[in-house]
């Protein structure tokens, strides 16, 4: 009788040492995250919102880890919405929670039926969808006692959001690390907003984390979103410092050099005598290789 045995090769040294370097990567900025914006304090109960894909994973698996090291104590309680789409593996989320034995609750809504109701076919359905089950989970978020809501979304997904808002809306914003959600009752935390996605692709990828597609309702990706996607992959390929910069500058605002009449007094303006650090040199371009604009 022939072996069915399967043998899986063993990683090599350097392949060991970038993991380490990954783990060690993610979990820092995380936790640099979670420490800037105060996200999780002394008893928490956080909500981790489990979608079943890549972000989602990683974001539990990296709560947990920090969860054992933090000089706090805070409770994590996993959540996942069954939309009945069909085909959907309802088994694999269980399984996967009871075997890690992390406490977790499945909330059952059909919202697929409202989408498919509501939305003509071939339309993007992902903006319906998405409010339809925000609402859930803030009333699961109510009846479960959490205190702080937890969302898988990455550094790319902050900046795909802030160029489809300076793109498309004529508006300069985006997903902040920390919020109070639209019903105000409940505050929405980021714990991965300092991690690129690539990293986060990585880890899902050594974690083998059982991975359920976002594609069983038939819904199309935003294909604006792609664009911008696919604008700071390029970036990345010839010169990674330009999104890292675009992101740090979400922090780094300047209202006096802005144009917003709401947040800078521009009408009551005058001249003080007093030199100004953040006069008008401030607004020179950056020397960028020595070159000029």
């Given at each position: 009788?022939?072996?069915t045995?399967?043998?899986?090769?063993?990683?090599?040294?350097?392949?060991?040492?970038?993991?380490?370097?990954?783990?060690?990567?993610v979990?820092?900025?995380?936790?640099?995250?979670?420490?800037?914006?105060?996200?999780?304090?002394?008893?928490?109960?956080?909500m981790?919102?489990?979608?079943?894909?890549?972000?989602?994973?990683?974001?539990?698996?990296?709560?947990?880890?920090?969860?054992?090291?933090?000089p706090?104590?805070?409770?994590?309680i996993?959540?996942?919405l069954?939309?009945?789409?069909?085909?959907?593996?309802?088994?694999?989320?269980?399984?996967?929670?009871?075997?890690?034995?992390?406490?977790?609750?499945?909330?059952?809504?059909?919202?697929?039926?409202?989408v498919?109701?509501?939305?003509?076919?071939?339309?993007?359905?992902?903006?319906?969808?998405?409010?339809?089950?925000?609402?859930?989970?803030?009333?699961?978020?109510?009846?479960?006692?959490?205190?702080?809501?937890?969302?898988?979304?990455?550094?790319?997904?902050?900046?795909?959001?802030?160029?489809?808002?300076?793109?498309?809306?004529?508006?300069?914003?985006?997903?902040?690390?920390?919020?109070?959600?639209?019903?105000?009752?409940?505050?929405?935390i980021?714990?991965?907003?300092?991690?690129?996605?690539?990293?986060?692709?990585?880890?899902?990828?050594?974690?083998?984390?059982?991975?359920?597609?976002?594609?069983?309702?038939?819904?199309?990706?935003?294909?604006?979103?792609?664009?911008?996607?696919?604008?700071?992959?390029?970036?990345?390929?010839?010169?990674?410092?330009?999104?890292?910069?675009?992101f740090?500058?979400?922090?780094?605002?300047?209202?006096?050099?802005?144009?917003?009449?709401?947040?800078?007094?521009?009408?009551?303006?005058?001249?003080?005598?007093?030199?100004?650090?953040?006069?008008?040199?401030?607004?020179?371009?950056?020397?960028?290789?020595?070159?000029?604009?």
């Amino acid at each position: 009788m022939e072996s069915t045995l399967t043998f899986i090769p063993r990683k090599t040294e350097k392949e060991r040492i970038d993991l380490n370097k990954l783990s060690k990567r993610v979990m820092r900025e995380a936790g640099r995250a979670i420490g800037d914006y105060n996200m999780i304090e002394q008893g928490d109960r956080v909500m981790v919102c489990l979608s079943g894909g890549k972000d989602s994973y990683s974001m539990l698996d990296i709560l947990m880890t920090l969860r054992s090291r933090a000089p706090i104590d805070f409770e994590i309680i996993a959540v996942n919405l069954d939309q009945k789409q069909p085909g959907f593996p309802a088994e694999v989320l269980p399984n996967y929670l009871t075997n890690l034995g992390i406490p977790f609750h499945i909330e059952t809504e059909d919202t697929y039926s409202i989408v498919k109701r509501l939305i003509p076919e071939g339309k993007t359905t992902c903006s319906l969808c998405s409010r339809l089950r925000r609402g859930v989970l803030y009333r699961v978020a109510g009846e479960l006692g959490a205190t702080k809501i937890a969302l898988g979304h990455h550094r790319d997904d902050i900046l795909a959001t802030f160029f489809l808002n300076l793109f498309y809306g004529a508006k300069m914003k985006t997903m902040p690390p920390k919020l109070v959600s639209d019903d105000g009752r409940n505050t929405v935390i980021r714990p991965l907003a300092y991690i690129p996605e690539a990293d986060l692709i990585a880890y899902s990828d050594w974690k083998q984390f059982p991975i359920i597609p976002c594609n069983l309702c038939g819904s199309q990706e935003n294909l604006k979103r792609q664009e911008i996607g696919r604008m700071l992959a390029e970036w990345d390929k010839k010169d990674p410092r330009r999104a890292w910069n675009t992101f740090k500058a979400l922090a780094n605002i300047a209202p006096s050099h802005l144009m917003d009449r709401n947040l800078f007094d521009f009408a009551g303006l005058k001249p003080t005598g007093v030199p100004n650090a953040d006069g008008d040199k401030a607004f020179d371009p950056v020397d960028i290789d020595g070159g000029c604009d």
